[in-house]
């Protein structure tokens, strides 16, 4: 996979370091993996967060929708958030505070090619959102 010990090392660091979220899950959505990112944007440790479904970051009303998608991807192995396509949605952290996130997903194979699970790279720009948002109000008031 990757050619040498300092790219091992360089991926390594990147995954678990990142100030991005990087979660990855099984087929079920049952999440295997959470790096400090994780941790800092949506406040579960990795010991909380290991073995349960991504329903923990997913508003509850968003929930349904969600799955739906999740299991088309599942079934035909394909998605446009994993081919540079930023999905943008509401998430919710630990403490029920809503937040805004951008992530695109990538696929993972076994060695036979079958989809087994899939990561998320995820970034909070709530921030970014509520700037944006503050700038239409704006622009609106001024074009009336």
């Known amino acids: 996979m990757f050619g040498s010990e300092i790219e091992k090392m360089v991926a390594e660091t990147i995954v678990?370091?990142?100030?991005?979220?990087?979660?990855?899950?099984?087929?079920?959505?049952?999440?295997?993996?959470?790096?400090?990112?994780?941790?800092?944007?949506?406040?579960?440790?990795?010991?909380?967060?290991?073995?349960?479904?991504?329903?923990i970051i997913i508003p509850a009303n968003l929930r349904a929708r969600h799955w739906e998608g999740w299991q088309k991807t599942i079934a035909t192995g394909e998605s446009r958030y994993g081919a540079g396509d930023l999905l943008s949605v509401p998430a919710v952290s630990s403490?029920?505070?809503?937040?805004?996130?951008?992530?695109?997903?990538?696929?993972?194979?076994?060695?036979?090619?079958?989809?087994?699970?899939?990561?998320?790279?995820?970034?909070?720009?709530?921030?970014?959102?509520?700037?944006?948002?503050?700038?239409?109000k704006q622009l609106a008031a001024l074009s009336t």
């Open 95 to 136: 403490n029920g505070t809503k937040i805004s996130v951008e992530f695109t997903i990538a696929m993972i194979h076994d060695d036979d090619g079958e989809l087994c699970g899939l990561v998320a790279t995820i970034r909070d720009v709530t921030e970014k959102f509520s700037q944006m948002k503050e700038l239409r």
């Open 16 to 55: 678990k370091k990142s100030a991005d979220a990087i979660v990855g899950t099984d087929r079920d959505g049952c999440i295997n993996f959470w790096n400090a990112g994780c941790e800092r944007i949506f406040g579960y440790d990795a010991n909380f967060a290991i073995g349960s479904t991504l329903d």
